[in-house]
Nanobody, 127 residues
């Protein structure tokens, strides 16, 4: 019954910004570490960012560090990805994901570390 629904994707010019949202339901959101991944056409799904359930601890892929910010609002059961200074290489379908178990002390950086996935939202960055 876990449901993750991404929204906020769209077309943006290079250098622009976009904010993605992931609405979660079907589980106790506040006790799960959440993450964002992305997948470009004919490429593998790769890690983007993660945020720990406990507090503000975050982790980012080197490719987005300093440009993207992951955050969460447990009262709204929502995780966000603020994307600034977007580049054409950021073009991909973005997925939010949940760790398979609660209260994890590690962040997770591979798709195998996350057991539930949303359907994704398309982000296209034009040059």
């Amino acid at each position: 019954q876990v449901q993750l629904v991404e929204s906020g994707g769209g077309l943006v010019q290079a250098g622009g910004s976009l904010r993605l949202s992931c609405a979660a339901s079907g589980f106790t959101f506040s006790i799960y570490t959440m993450g964002w991944f992305r997948q470009a056409p004919v490429k593998e799904r790769v890690f983007v960012a993660a945020i720990r359930w406990r507090g503000g601890t975050t982790d980012y892929a080197d490719s987005v560090k300093g440009r993207f910010t992951i955050s969460r609002d447990n009262a709204k059961n929502t995780v966000y990805l603020q994307m600034n200074s977007l580049k054409p290489e950021d073009t991909a379908v973005y997925y939010c994901a949940r760790r398979p178990t609660p209260f994890t002390q590690t962040m997770g950086r591979t798709s195998g570390d996350f057991g539930s996935w949303g359907q994704g939202t398309q982000v296209t960055v034009s040059s």
